[in-house]
Each structure stands twice: as C-alpha cells, then as structure tokens.
C-alpha cells in the first residue's frame, strides 16, 4: 500500500502501483477498524486530515496531457472527504497544471489554506469546506514549500 497521509489516529492509504481512480482506505489506530472511501476521480498524490478527524484532504496530481486517463479530471484538483458520511467535496474554481498538485494544510477544524501551482505560478487559496466559493489570496510565488506542519516561501 502507499501511504498518502498519517496522524496520531488515522492512516489513509491506497493500493500500490494505483495510479488513477484508486479507492482510499481510512484505518483507525486505535482499534484496526478500516473504511474504504468512495472512488474519487483522479490521481490521489498528497493528503492530510483535519485536526479534529472529521476531514481527509486530498490534492489530486494533474495529468499529461499525453497521459490516457479513463476520467474527465485531467487538472489537478483538492477535494475533502467527510469520514463520517463517507461524501466528498470538491473544492470549486480550483486546478492545476500537469504534474501540480494542490497541497492543503488545514488552518481551522474545517478551513483549508492550499498552495497551487498554474502556468509556472504559485498561488495560495483559502476555502471553508462546503462553500461554494475560494478566495484566492494576493500573494504569488515562484516555488513553495508546504507541509501540514509548515509553509515555507522559496525565492
């Protein structure tokens, strides 16, 4: 398996060698217990979960263009499941380009700050999970690195 994100309760993963469409599977450490999320179109790259638990985020890799996808989702895209309801949510107005992957980190129980990538262009992006709309922050860079513990701005 490829392990896509931990925390102190949860592991989310998916079957190695899966590289489209693959189904995600929440485990539970405390007890073993396992939930196989619905299949959500893409290629699953990056994710991370809320620090209440309720959320998984995850950033979909954008594809080549060459690359012969059987979906519609060839950006990359970030989409939230609720691991209770076992429902996804995608975040609205929101791809990358090829091999970009919007990277979240969460800034509150259900508000995520995202760095994506367009056109050789950073750009970050703050969105409550269910709204309908992003608000795309004035600041743009050339390269960032992000993590769930920390955003960090290269020149």
Do not use: K
């Not at 975040?91 to 919007?102: E, I, R």
């Amino acid at each position: 398996y490829e392990v896509l994100t931990a925390d102190e309760r949860h592991v989310a993963y998916q079957p190695l060698g899966c590289q489209y469409d693959c189904p995600i599977v929440v485990t539970a450490l405390a007890d073993g217990s396992r939930r196989t999320l619905p299949v959500a179109p893409g290629a699953a790259t990056t994710a991370t979960f809320s620090p209440d638990g309720r959320w998984l985020a995850v950033g979909f890799q954008g594809l080549d263009p060459w690359y012969a996808s059987p979906g519609a989702d060839r950006d990359g895209h970030l989409a939230v499941a609720d691991l209770a309801a076992g429902t996804w949510h995608r975040m609205p107005g929101l791809t990358t380009a090829a091999h970009s992957t919007p990277l979240p980190v969460w800034t509150g129980t259900d508000e995520l700050l995202v760095a994506a990538g367009r056109d050789g262009d950073n750009r970050f992006v703050a969105w409550t999970v269910g709204a309908s709309r992003i608000t795309v922050l004035p600041t743009r860079v050339g390269r960032t690195l992000l993590r769930p513990d920390m955003v960090a701005l290269l020149d």
